[in-house]
């Protein structure tokens, strides 16, 4: 597809443009024709592809987010660099499937379930900031710029979105998508999401609502858009089922992909046939299989050549990108910029704040996240712009707005990463003086944290009536517990002698630890065993590194996840056809010669070579022990 993407003579594209759009394009356009260096269709491919390559990990090793690798690539080879390739308007049009997949996939994921569940995020916080800012930036664009109306409200709902792919990269790199702020993050940009299909179903209305236009014309438009969509919805929900099902029984992947790609552009050209976007029709085909039983088969099929064509529409946006701007209009861009930046950031931190309950810093988080613009602003002022809303100068300096702000915002976001780093506590809650008072009576075992594991621990030594208590930090994690499971959990830090000698630590006989934080169970343990040398510490271990430190202190480790490990790969032996006898033994010999080797390991840990070549042996050593039971 990128070969034939890029192998469009810019004549035909040109003249295909305006049986589209409708639109006359001057004269000079029409006859160019490519450069002779865009004749090759693997150089042109080469091109592309060795940009991706080299610009993508640049940016992302500067944390500035694999988008931005892909406009900085299209910026280079584009025309007002490099010149490698020339014909833009070829290459944008055919990577706009890269939008569309982007949508289907977006479509397969939204669940009506899972729309439910977080309705209150996705459908208030969201629609609440896509509202607020919409209107702030509109007004604005409207009375500060004075822009027409139209295209006032395209400009503000354009620029209120924000870019999903820079977004959820920032925070999961910062590993912070289940924090409060990465949470709402994910509820507003799904929300973004879902906005932008009708807001690029609008945008033809609205410029079909101009003076040249009768009011019986926008009626039959939308009439006929409306239309679409429900032959659309009728077709999808009564054919796509048993079209899927026919295919899989030929067994035959290649095939399977072939209709999951016929599916999504199919319908993306029913519906630009139509007058409608396509990326409408994508969305609405991905919408109706979300709960289909060939869900994810879909999503793995469309996901390469969506991430491929994905960064081709980056890199097009990147070589359309009118650099003389820059060197003719500087302050006017860097304006602009900061001012969508200020506007977005405080609009967010309010949003966060009131609606999203969220702390000060919090809310900080997540405006820095979500102030930059969005790739879907790239979609819709292209669309503006091809409908008459906005002209060429309003476009670029939209356009390099966007991809500043872009590249602005994880420069803000690195620049405040000092201060931003520790997650600032929330405000303390006042602690109930029942959970403070702690009543120990005679426990056998005292467990530190009330989590997954402490909670599974509490359960089986109540069952068996073991006297126990529990210390927790969290207010939160104490209700939950006393509310489910009205276990003796208080509030304390076992880092503090006096709660150690309130709970009667020293009269136990064993001390769990089943928090999750390694540094946390290392210290606690180490605490404990010079306060308390008699009592037997169980800890839980994150990995092997862990399982060192815990014996050095004195504490007996338990592997977090490596007995589930062991339960899943004895089930699986079985299923590959070993007798459960077979299976329980290779299990069992695994288990002894790991921890063998863990030993091993322990002695030399400050040697990494030694602890190579150790691991090197085991495994030749764990092979000759199997092997040795099939002979």
Known sequence: ?????????????????????????????????PMPNEGSLLQTAVIFLFAAVL??????????????GYLLAGVVIGPQALGLIRDTESVAHTSELGVVLLLFIIGLELSPKRLWLMRKSVFGVGSAQVLLTG??????ALFGFAQPLPAA??????????????????????????????????????FQDIAAIPLIAVVPLLA???????????????????????????????????????????????????????????????????GVSMALGAFLAGLLLADSEYRHELESQIEPFKGLLLGLFFISVGMGANLRLLL????????????????????????GRLAGGLNSTSALRLGMVLAAGGEFAFVVFKLGKDQGLFDTLTYDLLLMTITLSMAVTPLLMLGCARALKRPQPAPAREIPEQYKTIDAGTPRVVIVGMGRMGQIVSRILRAQKIPFIALETSVDAIEMTRMFEQAPVFYGDPLRPEVLHAAKVGEAEYLVITIDDPEATTRTAERVKRLYPHLKV???????????????????????????????TRRALIGLGLSAEQAADRIQRFTQHDEEVLVAQGQVRDDRAKVMQTAKEARVELERLFDSDTE
């Open 1 to 33: 597809m990128l070969l034939l993407a890029t192998g469009l003579s810019a004549t035909a594209t040109r003249r295909r443009i305006v049986l589209h759009t409708g639109l006359t394009l001057p004269r000079q356009l029409m006859e160019y024709e």
């Open 55 to 68: 610009a993508v990990p640049l940016a992302k090793r500067l944390q500035l987010g694999a988008v931005l």
């Open 135 to 140: 209107a702030i930036i509109g007004a604005i």
């Open 153 to 190: 409200v395209v400009l503000g709902l354009g620029l209120a979105l924000s870019s999903t792919a820079l977004g959820l990269q920032s925070l999961a790199e910062a590993k912070q998508l289940n924090a409060p702020h990465g949470r709402l993050a994910f509820a507003i940009l799904l």
């Open 208 to 274: 079909a609502s101009g003076p040249d236009t009768s009011h019986s014309d926008s009626l039959a438009h939308a009439l006929k858009v409306f239309a679409s969509i429900a032959v659309v919805i009728v077709g999808g929900r009564y054919l796509l089922r048993p079209v899927f099902r026919t295919v899989a029984r030929t067994g035959l992947p290649e095939v399977s992909t072939a209709t999951a790609l016929l599916v999504v552009i199919g319908t993306a050209w029913l519906m630009e046939e139509a």
């Open 328 to 351: 003719e209009m500087p302050w006017v861009l860097l304006g602009l910029t900061l001012l969508l930046v200020a506007v977005k950031l405080v609009l967010l931190i309010g949003v």
């Open 538 to 568: 169980l800890a839980r271990a994150r990995n092997r590194q862990h399982v060192h430190k815990l014996v050095d202190v004195g504490a007996e480790p338990i592997r977090e996840t490596f007995y589930s490990s062991l339960e899943m």
